[in-house]
């Protein structure tokens, strides 16, 4: 730390990201929950070739993009803000609705950028605890008088919470903003954007960076009543108005003019989880139902980080968390029929050589 940086940030402790290696065939690649599939042709052939010129600034509304995006959502494009990889779009949220007097809660385990961000942003929160099952209680949330952000399947353990359970929350807090965080939604889960017209409260985040299979594109968007995305917008345009670029907004046009794809990697990525998650059982893992590209799973008797370094020199990355509640797991992105095989005879490999296979 420099003698110039500001103290309000002494403390900060910076979001650590799953590693991204360098050499991406030294390792199968099983740690950030990406789409294990390349983007649709559509996408490559758009950044190509229908791109603003690069000497030129990008459009700073991204109408064309919004306008399309809306229709697919089905909402009006004032109902929608674009950003750079759903990470702003809470960064932005943290800004616009917390502050000194309205404080911030979300659950106790949950995406570690949210304490990140709250900090960054100066705001006190609140880590509500989940059920022993790992799943978030509803009525936890009931009347906080806190800006409420809940990832949803949540990370990392994948559970999910119905649109009804959603609206319970929605209900129990109109003076405050409830933010869904659905950069998972695509998995199995049903998104609450619908109830955007019935609660002016309701903000939902979704990300290009999963189902999409764009998150070199960094490309994010928020879905709220358009007082909601207005807010929303004066922070970004006093941040930084351009922060969605021209290559990418074309390879979005061509992602969403290809939507059979996108579903079709959906599809097979689901398929790949419920053989992982039938072949970790098999195993004896304890392995948590999941509405996400991803598997939170627990080995039978092997430490948790142990696993996870384990793992590693077979060449296989998964994300392990030091947090003593779930330091016995690891999150397993779901990738293809191979990358999964791979992993398991890793496993079974580490078992074996522990005595146990
Ligand atoms: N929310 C959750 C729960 C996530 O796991 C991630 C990915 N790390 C994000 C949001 C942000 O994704 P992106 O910025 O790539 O849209």
Known sequence: MSRYFSPRFAALEPYTPGEQPQSLER???????????????????????????????????????????????????????????????????FLAFCDGKTAAAFPEITYGFYPVFAALCSVEYQEVPLRADFSVAPEDYFGLGRTIFIANPNAPTGKLLSVAEIETILQRNPDNVVVIDEAYIDFGGTSCIPLIRSYENLLVTQTFSKSRALAGGRLGFAVGCPALIADLNAIRCSFNPYNVNSLTTAAAMGTLLDSDYTRRCCETVMENRTYTAAELKRRGFHVLESAANFLFAAAPDYDGGALYRALKEKGVLVRHFDKPAIAQYNRISIGTREQMDALLRALDEILQEAGQG
């Open 27 to 93: 390792y199968v690649k099983l740690n950030t929950n990406e789409c294990p599939f390349p983007p649709s042709e559509k996408a490559r052939a758009y950044a190509e070739a229908h791109t603003r010129p690069l000497n030129l600034y990008p459009d700073p509304d991204c109408r064309a993009l919004r306008v399309k995006l809306a229709e697919t959502l089905e909402i009006a494009p004032e109902e929608l803000m674009l950003c750079n990889g759903s990470d702003e779009a809470l960064a932005f949220a």
